[in-house]
């Protein structure tokens, strides 16, 4: 046990009655000594409700925390390193690393666009209410709705076209696989499947046909309205000149570079299923970092 955080309690009790308590209440105690009809020991400070709770007539010695606190103060290098990790934690919170956009796809790369001219990451203190303003404004004739929200040090802008809602026409064409990649999901309304799932494809193999052979035996041409989904892979690589940031910021500057990187071109349902680093290193004033990202994404739409 730390001795910075013990009680030394003294209880007026039997020896029977003693041993009792501590073994139906489990308790943990040390430096058991015995005075005349007193019982004299050590326990955590953790434990004091349960003790007192126990022992309702028991007197402890004041809480010994301020050892651990004169500890720290008169070590600087401690005291230091406290500071530092506040200080860090801080500046962390109140730093925006990424910015993702959940929308339809003709509308990404204009906003993509005007954020990257307006914002340089990473930001400290990006203010969500001020930006979603800003969006409205510069594109109050293309979105019918636009929301900012914050998650951790990461906004997610979520928007609608104008024209969004219209009448769509399925298409009489086949569904062609854009990427590589395991099948993980049909989302199919019509159309008559060519692969399975956990099935392994490559970019042009055909997913959804529209032939359908007919109970007479003839090709019967149909229309095909849906999407395919798989896993996909990806490595990604970005860098970044070294300077005077702490790593903890360096790595993670470059991790929410990486995550963007290979998010851009995303779906409105595509997501990072995992996420793996491969590489974090330093040479010649280069920072490296290699990811390789396992994505949920759909492949049967053109990016």
């Known amino acids: 046990m730390n001795k910075l955080l013990m009680e030394k309690w003294q209880v007026k009790a039997t020896k029977t009655a003693f041993f009792q308590t501590v073994k139906a209440q489990r308790l943990a105690i040390s430096e058991l000594s015995f005075q005349e009809h007193t019982i004299i020991f050590h326990a955590s400070l953790f434990q004091h409700a349960r003790i007192a709770a126990c022992f309702p ?18 070590r600087p290098n ?26 339809e796809i003709r509308m990404r790369e204009a906003i993509q666009s005007y954020l990257e001219e307006q914002i340089t ?17 510069q594109f109050k004739d293309q979105l019918n709705w636009l929301e900012v929200r914050r998650s951790g040090s990461r906004l997610q802008i979520s ?43 490559k970019k042009g193999d055909v997913l959804v046909e ?11 041409q149909i229309y095909v309205e849906g999407t395919v989904f798989a896993y996909t892979f990806e490595e990604v690589t970005v860098t970044m000149k070294e ?16 995550r963007n990187e290979v998010s851009k071109h995303f779906l409105r349902d595509d997501r990072i299923e995992d996420e793996n680093i491969l ?3 330093k040479e010649g004033g280069t920072i490296t970092m290699t990811v390789l990202y396992t994505c949920y994404q ?6």
């Open 159 to 201: 928007y609608t076209a104008k024209d969004h809602a219209q009448i769509h026409t399925p298409a009489a064409d086949r569904l062609i696989a854009q990427r590589d990649g395991v099948i993980a999901f049909f989302a199919l309304q019509h159309g008559e499947k060519a692969v399975h799932i956990n099935d392994f494809v």
């Open 78 to 103: 401690r005291l230091l390193a406290i500071i530092l990790c506040a200080a860090l934690w801080y500046l962390l919170s109140q730093t925006t690393f990424a910015i993702t956009l959940d929308g």
């Open 279 to 281: 590489q974090f290193q």
């Open 210 to 220: 529209n032939v359908l052979i007919n109970s007479n035996g003839k090709n019967e």
């Open 298 to 303: 759909d492949i049967s739409t053109p990016r």
């Open 121 to 137: 990451l990473p930001r400290f203190r990006l203010d969500e209410e001020q930006l979603q303003n800003k969006l409205k404004e």
């Open 243 to 258: 300077d005077a940031a702490p790593k903890p910021l360096q790595f993670y500057r470059l991790l929410f570079r990486a």
């Open 57 to 74: 007539n028991a007197s402890v010695e004041a809480i010994k925390t301020w050892k651990l606190l004169r500890s720290i103060l008169f």
